[in-house]
T-cell receptor, first 115, second 116 residues
């Protein structure tokens, strides 16, 4: 079935260190992998995404890697700052025979950056 | 650009009543909108996908007669929680996909529903 797993569920790092969150997906047809940051009580915000035709994408302190063969993708945050503290969700698209694709979310990682 | 609004932002209702939540794309047309539910400290769970002018597609385990979805225009989708019970208390978030796009979606700010 459709499933996205995410590890770890909680992560604490010292300010300035790197944080890595890993996800796996089950549907080999998935071709779009967004990452969202959600602060308490607020909407998820897209921070980076990657499509299946590339293996890595970087945007300043954030990078994402994708291994389609292994069905793994990861989020890397370098030089972490206290304002990076939030819950991070990975997600994967599930292609449909209809005209739309839906997106399934992983269970989330609560990141705490300690000053 | 790409702003999605939801109304109301929070609502408290009595058990047995119905509640309607609106999701609007303010500066783009959205053929497809999605409705998610999020319980405290949990992930977003997709409830249903609505396409303008057609019936919504519900995820397994979501009762279509309890969660009525109407996507009557390219900028508005509504979710009605019928005969609400305390276990329906949750954070309901919609997202809208710009017409012509196959993956991008923009999220609304969410609606906090509390059923007494």
């Amino acid at each position: 079935g459709e499933n996205v797993e995410q590890h770890p569920s909680t992560l604490s790092v010292q300010e300035g260190d790197s944080a890595v969150i890993k996800c796996t997906y089950s549907d080999s047809a998935s071709n779009y992998f967004p990452w969202y940051k959600q602060e308490l009580g607020k909407r998820p915000q897209l921070i980076i995404d990657i499509r299946s035709n590339v293996g890595e994408k970087k945007d300043q302190r954030i990078a994402v890697t994708l291994n389609k063969t292994a069905k793994h993708f990861s989020l890397h945050i370098t030089e972490t700052q206290p304002e990076d503290s939030a819950v991070y969700f990975c997600a994967a698209s599930i292609p449909s025979v209809s005209s739309y694709d839906k997106v399934i979310f992983g269970p989330g990682t609560s990141l705490s950056v300690i000053p | 650009g790409a702003v999605v609004s939801q109304h109301p932002s929070w609502v408290i209702c009595k058990s047995g009543t119905s509640v309607k939540i609106e999701c609007r794309s303010l500066d783009f047309q959205a053929t497809t909108m999605f409705w998610y539910r999020q319980f405290p400290k949990q992930s977003l769970m997709l409830m249903a996908t609505s396409n303008e002018g057609s019936k919504a597609t519900y995820e397994q385990g979501v009762e279509k007669d309890k969660f009525l979805i109407n996507h009557a225009s390219l900028t508005l989708s509504t979710l009605t929680v019928t005969s609400a019970h305390p276990e329906d208390s949750s954070f309901y978030i919609c997202s809208a996909r710009p017409s012509g796009r196959t993956d991008t979606q923009y999220f609304g700010p969410g609606t906090r529903l509390t059923v007494l």
